[in-house]
């Protein structure tokens, strides 16, 4: 994940070939729930 100004949050590129696969567990902070998100971003499960 890279910065950049006109997208401060979220993925900015993705390169699969350098990827590990799996998921990725958040909590967001204003919710009493977690989301696991897949390689794409799209929400696996909630």
């Known amino acids: 994940m ?3 100004p006109l ?3 979220g993925f900015t590129h ?3 070939p350098k990827s590990d696969t ?3 567990l958040i909590t967001p ?3 009493h729930y ?3 998100l897949g390689m794409n ?3 696996a499960h909630r």
């Open 2 to 4: 890279g910065f950049s």
């Open 7 to 9: 997208r401060p949050t």
């Open 14 to 16: 993705h390169r699969p």
């Open 22 to 24: 799996g998921y990725t």
């Open 29 to 31: 902070p204003e919710g």
């Open 34 to 36: 977690v989301v696991l």
């Open 41 to 43: 971003g799209a929400a």
